[in-house]
T-cell receptor, first 116, second 117 residues
């Protein structure tokens, strides 16, 4: 079975630009979360979506937004990029509520964003 | 607020030696606890998790961890490390999965493990 897939794997942007990152969850997973991992740090929670609705939001500015589509894939958008947005952006999915392994997050390999 | 502390930024052990990585957490209720491993340039792979029950949990690749509520700890152990275990290890705490909107994981800053021959 395919794992969580993310695209693009690497990208370079300049300050002020906008970026869209994409994530396809594992088949059957309806919950998707986004995390930002700055070099040398642990991942920080950005958003969680379940059944196309936002269910959780971390401490990130409004420049960060996301959505989930009917097929449960998801996009993370970041506007007005800053140098500090340079990071590995990780997408994770999990089984639906009620599944015995609901609590387990499966991570993709991430999209590495460099802002110049 | 939930938090995770991994006091060791970098640990070096010899191949074949035992390993213990420390993790302390702060959480207001019964936590869900996880250990993830990350190889350079890669995503996170789950090693093991604790939800409830037996406080000693077994994971993949020969790892185990013990939940000690009195010490708010969830230390990761392996009796004999292999060169392929060199990676970054992250401890994480999460809330109850029955309360949507509270599914986020809070990660520690990680411990980098180096294996020497």
């Amino acid at each position: 079975d395919a794992g969580v897939t993310q695209s693009p794997t690497h990208l370079i942007k300049t300050r002020g630009q906008h970026v869209t990152l994409r994530c396809s969850p594992i088949s059957g997973h309806k919950s998707v979360s986004w995390y930002q991992q700055v070099l040398g740090q642990g991942p920080q929670f950005i958003f969680q979506y379940y059944e196309k609705e936002e269910r959780g939001r971390g401490n990130f500015p409004d420049r960060f937004s996301a959505r989930q589509f009917p097929n449960y894939s998801s996009e993370l958008n970041v506007n007005a990029l800053l140098l500090g947005d340079s990071a590995l952006y990780l997408c994770a999915s999990r089984h639906s509520r009620g599944h015995p392994n609901t609590g387990e997050l499966f991570f993709g390999e991430g999209s590495r964003l460099t802002v110049l | 607020a939930q938090s995770v502390t991994q006091p060791d930024i970098h640990i070096t052990v010899s191949e074949g030696a035992s390993l213990e990585l420390r993790c302390n957490y702060s959480y207001g209720a019964t936590p869900y606890l996880f250990w993830y491993v990350q190889s350079p340039g890669q995503g996170l792979q789950l090693l093991l998790k604790y939800f409830s029950g037996d406080t000693l949990v077994q994971g993949i690749k020969g790892f185990e961890a013990e939940f000690k509520r009195s010490q708010s700890s969830f230390n990761l152990r392996k009796p004999s490390v292999h060169w392929s275990d060199a990676a970054e290890y992250f401890c994480a705490v999460g809330g109850t999965i029955s309360n949507f909107g509270n599914e986020k994981l809070t990660f520690g800053t990680g411990t980098r493990l180096t294996i020497i021959p």
